[in-house]
Structures are given as structure tokens and as C-alpha cells.
């Protein structure tokens, strides 16, 4: 079976196995996880195929996606070597060249192709695949082949778009786009709004047409930020009030902190 065959049975995992599932997506898939609780749910809740062998798993691949931890990386893939190493020479020679395709944050083509000698992409998956409106970056090693490149692209594409961008911008790319600053803002707004005196569900209700109903609208309208805020915040008004009491108490430093100490945390998983 030539499978996309997935190393690593968690959180990513399975929001991509939904968001597949969602898209009608017909292709042979496959799980290996070291933990058998995993394997028995990602196989009752997306009716998937699981194997808790990794020899067996990476022998049916020709599109493998790691999906582990970042400081698991290096003992999988010295696994997936020997599983590699230990096929015979009738089975090396009918097989496809192995796409290989890291979710791990922070970990450079250097390091993979150092543990795997083999095509290498990586691909940072949103969470929110899960709904099919996920957003996928996608980077490719130097000479990746053309028809390799179209697999990833089209895999991803199942789930939302994808954006092919230079690797050397992968990691302000991820510490940008995941959807856990929108969810912290919108934690975050009602509950001040809770504060003020709304029952939680108005406060959410609130919030929530904030951030997603305001951003919907910007998407889908192509008006600039800019007028958009002046439309929303009359100068001297309440809105406008509430913007610039945030901008003075440092809500534009404190984001580009955060961002800052996620790509330190990416560059200290490079070192892994």
C-alpha cells in the first residue's frame, strides 16, 4: 500500500485526519503511534487504518509526515532509518521515493536530512484544519522535485490554503498564524466584558463578533485596515477610547514580544 502514513498520533493529527475527513478525502492513510489508547481512538473517530509497528508503518509510506514532538524528532527518524535500512533490496528497488514532509516546529531541513537522507519538505498545519479552514505553510528543500512539491501542496490543500514561503521565514510565519492569539483575545476580552457586568454567554457573544465577525468582514469586503479602524473608531469617541488606552499601555510591545519569545523558543528546538 503506497499510504500517507502519519508518525505520530496527536493533537495535529487529528485535527488533520477531521478536516481530511471533512473534504471527502479518499487517499490510503495510515497512523503509527507508540501509545495503543491513540491508535484506538484516531481509528474509531476518522475510520482510519493504525499500525503500532513504526517498521511496518514507514514499509507502507511514500508520503511520510512526522508528526511528533519537536524534541522526539531525532529518535523517530533514527527509527525510521533502520526500518528503512532493514527492508530488502527487491522491496528498495519496487518502491517510490519516499516523500518525507516534518510538522515539527523549529527543526531545519539540516537537522532532518542529517537524522534521514531522503526529500524533505516541512509544512506547519493549523489546528483549525479540522474545519477545513485551516491555513498551511509549506517549505521545500532545494531540489525537491516538481511532482514531490504538487503531492504536499495538494495533501494540504484538502484543509485550507496553502502558502509556500522560504524557510528562513518559517518561523515567524508560525509563531504569527496560530489560532491560539485569537483565542486568547477573545478568553481574554470577555472576560473583562464579565467584569463589566454581561453574563458570560453576552460577553462571549460580544467577542466573538469582535474579533471574527469584524475580521470576516475585512477578508471578504478587501477594504484596507486602516479605514476600517477609522469606520470603527471614531476619534474621541468609545471605541477609539478603548484603542488608544490599550496602544499606551503597551498592547502593540507586548504581542511583538510574545512573538519574539516564540521564534527564541523555534531556534532552541533547532538545537534539538
Known amino acids: 500500500m503506497n499510504a500517507t502514513v502519519f508518525l505520530g498520533g496527536g493533537r495535529i493529527t487529528g ?6 475527513r471533512l473534504a471527502g ?7 503509527h503511534d507508540r501509545n495503543p489508547h491513540k491508535l484506538r481512538a484516531l481509528k474509531h473517530e476518522h475510520h482510519i487504518e493504525v499500525e503500532p509497528d513504526l517498521r511496518h508503518a514507514v514499509e507502507q509510506a511514500n508520503f511520510l509526515i512526522i508528526a511528533v ?14 526500518a528503512l535500512a532493514s527492508c530488502g533490496a527487491e522491496k528498495k528497488s519496487a518502491r517510490k521515493p519516499l516523500v518525507a514532509c516534518s510538522l515539527a516546529a523549529g527543526i531545519p531541513f539540516s537537522n532532518l536530512q542529517s537524522k534521514l537522507p531522503v526529500r524533505w519538505a516541512r509544512a ?7 474545519s477545513g479552514r485551516g491555513l498551511t505553510a509549506v517549505t521545500f528543500e532545494r531540489g525537491f522535485p516538481q511532482s514531490a512539491q504538487r503531492l504536499v501542496h495538494q495533501f494540504f490543500a484538502h484543509v485550507g490554503p496553502v502558502l509556500e514561503i522560504p524557510e528562513r521565514k518559517f518561523d515567524a510565519f508560525m509563531v504569527t498564524f496560530s489560532p491560539s ?8 476580552l470577555a472576560k473583562a466584558a464579565q467584569k463589566l457586568g454581561l453574563d458570560r454567554k453576552t460577553a462571549f457573544a460580544a467577542a ?13 469586503t478587501g477594504e484596507s485596515l486602516d479605514a476600517l479602524l477609522r469606520e470603527a ?12 488606552t490599550m496602544n499606551a499601555a503597551g498592547h502593540a510591545r507586548m504581542v ?12 532552541k528546538n533547532a538545537k534539538l
Open 15 to 20: 485535527a488533520l485526519l477531521a478536516g481530511l
Open 233 to 244: 473608531a471614531t476619534p474621541g469617541g468609545i471605541a477609539a477610547t478603548v484603542m488608544n
Open 25 to 31: 478525502y479518499q487517499g490510503p492513510i495510515l497512523v
Open 181 to 188: 492569539h485569537g483565542y486568547h483575545a477573545l478568553a481574554a
Open 208 to 220: 466573538a463578533h469582535a474579533f471574527a465577525d469584524g475580521v470576516a468582514s475585512w477578508r471578504e
Open 69 to 82: 514532538r519537536p524534541d522526539s524528532v531525532a529518535e523517530v527518524l533514527a527509527q525510521v532509518r533502520r
Open 124 to 130: 506547519m498545519p493549523s489546528p483549525v484544519a479540522r
Open 256 to 267: 511583538e514580544r510574545g512573538l519574539r519569545a516564540g521564534s527564541a523558543r523555534a531556534r
